[in-house]
């Protein structure tokens, strides 16, 4: 037996809770479509999320090491499904809807530049006089105009409540608002767990990562109280482990720590506030998906540290001054030359300008990508 569409809705309609969207009462999408006759709205938004090109660039973008300069490293995109992984079992449990929250967190770094944020930050001071540049700001662009696979539409005419839950700063700007719709001054319960699930999941992978470069060891990380309590945690549950065995664990259960403590926190809120609509979330004095204070304290020694010991780390620090270096030369050149550019993005200048379009253009590149067009035009390559 196929299940169609309105019998999925249906089961939403019965599982969730009061305040978790719906597919059945998404305000829609700005170029209407017809329904699908098996997926529901959100479970479509993921689709073409997944299909896209920007989705799939992220394979080659920067999470915090240079792409290509070791087999393990996260990646942008490596990153992206662990927080939508992490994403869905906060949803799961919460009773609200699994597919948008996986959805937000999928599309939630699309809009990255090459090289993480030293790129963002390089690209936000060149366009400092036109508009600047923000990462989450540039994956509302690609889902809304830069992307063009369908006919009849420009972007991915992804469903309001999507394009909602992407404007991840927009939604606390006093009266802000989409279509017409409120949007503020809080996010949606999703969007929110999509917000948080970001947080979370990069405490625990850029550890597993700095370990992995060789940049912290094992013994430094015992001076912070909460990977302590996270690796006695493990030492529990497993009596016989070797040193990498007992560091996974670790990490595993640094991220079980956050996950718990966000569910306990969410929960008290809700039952505090008794959201009864998607509308009265939003609308909230405080978000409801969150760490609890005393978490978020135990969280600032471990942040201090990758800060000192991995994203300040002389050698990391190397990297970025060469990928800025180069982006600053490519941009520079592409300005002077944007009949260099791709065909689409020549085709944009005219309603952009020039300085918005070469962004456009520098801010979609993979990392590989930007250091081969750099050697092509401006006649060095970048030693990573």
């Keep these: 037996m196929l299940r169609t569409r309105e019998q999925a809705e249906a089961i939403e309609d019965k599982l969730l809770a009061p305040y978790a969207h ?5 305000r829609g999408r700005a170029y209407p479509e017809s329904p699908h006759p098996h997926r529901p709205d959100y479970q479509r938004d993921r689709d073409r999320v997944i299909h896209s090109q920007c989705f799939r660039r992220l394979e080659y973008k920067t999470q915090v090491f240079v792409n290509g300069t070791a087999d393990h490293y996260r990646t942008r995109l490596t990153h992206t499904i662990e927080v939508a992984a992490v994403s869905r079992t906060l949803a799961r449990a919460l009773d609200v809807n699994e597919d948008l929250a996986e959805t937000i967190a999928l599309a939630h770094d699309i809009g990255h530049s090459p090289f993480g944020h030293v790129g963002e930050r390089a690209l936000n001071d060149l366009m400092k006089d036109h508009g600047g540049f923000d990462h989450n700001i540039q994956s509302l662009r690609w889902t809304e105009l830069l992307e063009h696979r369908y006919p009849g539409h420009p972007g991915l005419n992804l469903s309001w409540e999507m394009r909602a839950g992407l404007r991840k700063h927009l939604s606390r700007t006093p009266g802000e608002t989409l279509d017409g719709q409120a949007i503020g001054p809080f996010q949606s319960i999703e969007a929110q767990i999509a917000d948080v699930g970001d947080d979370l999941t990069y405490y625990a992978h850029d550890v597993d990562d700095g370990l992995d470069a060789g940049l912290i060891t094992p013994e430094q990380l015992l001076e912070i109280p909460i990977w302590r309590k996270a690796l006695e945690r493990a030492r529990r549950e497993f009596t016989a482990m070797t040193q990498d065995q007992e560091v996974a664990m670790a990490i595993r259960g640094l991220l079980d720590l956050q996950v718990e403590n966000v569910l306990e926190r969410s929960a008290e809120k809700l039952a505090e506030h008794q959201p009864q609509t998607p509308a009265e979330v939003m609308a909230c004095r405080e978000r409801l ?15 201090a540290f990758l800060f000192e010991h991995v994203y300040w780390h002389p050698s990391v620090q190397s990297e970025n001054e060469q990928a800025v270096e180069m982006m600053r030369k490519l941009f520079a050149f592409y300005t002077e030359h944007p009949e260099c550019m791709g065909r689409q993005a020549q085709e944009r ?36």
């Design 22 to 26: 719906r597919s059945s009462t998404s």
């Design 349 to 384: 200048i005219a309603a952009e300008g020039v300085w918005r379009t070469v962004c456009d253009y520098v801010s979609g590149m993979t990392d590989r990508y930007a250091l081969a067009e750099h050697h092509r035009f401006v006649g060095s390559q970048a030693k990573f």
């Design 289 to 303: 998906v969150d760490f609890t204070p005393a978490l978020a304290e135990e969280l600032k020694p471990l942040r």
